[in-house]
């Protein structure tokens, strides 16, 4: 029997005011309605303090969130923030100031890892203030949903005994 690793959380992070920056809380917010109940659902700005205090505790996260490193609309990247350190690009194709890369190492300074943190970036074409994504981003989003949907799935499930 399979269940959700405790305390595991789905998070997009973006500024839904700044074109492509909505990105990665487009993509969660597809996956809402078809994660696990008992996986724990957040969006956030993407400033370090308050993911750090958000995923404090969870046993499994997947956080979601736009980039900008020049590679072309809608690339994918996947990292095992427990296995590997984000590339030194990650925090400079963020458009936060303290933000993901830096509250994850500095969470991995202080020994608060969550046991499981898989980060995905969404390549952004446009940032600037506005609600709209860019066409290629747009369009990419349901398919990059299905993809980490999968993935929730197989990394925060655990296998359970039946019990007798």
């Not at 506005?130 to 747009?138: I, M, Q």
Request: glycine share 8%.
């Amino acid at each position: 029997m399979m269940t959700m690793h405790p305390n595991s959380m789905l998070i997009g992070v973006g500024n839904p005011f700044r074109s492509d920056d909505r990105a990665g809380l487009e993509v969660a917010r597809l996956l809402q309605g078809q994660i696990p109940r008992e996986m724990k659902y957040l969006e956030e700005t993407g400033d370090g303090a308050e993911l750090l205090e958000a995923w404090k505790g969870a046993g499994c996260v997947v956080l979601i969130d736009a980039i900008q490193s020049g590679a072309p609309p809608a690339t994918i990247y996947r990292f095992d923030a427990r296995a590997e350190r984000l590339p030194a690009w990650f925090s400079r194709a963020s458009t936060h100031t303290f933000g993901v890369a830096e509250a994850i190492e500095l969470a991995r300074q202080m020994g608060e890892l969550p046991a499981k943190l898989v980060v995905y970036g969404i390549e952004g074409l446009d940032f600037s203030p506005g609600t709209e994504l860019s066409p290629d981003v747009a369009e990419a989003l349901p398919a990059i949903a299905k993809l980490i949907l999968r993935e929730v799935v197989k990394l925060c499930a655990v296998r359970v005994a039946k019990s007798v």
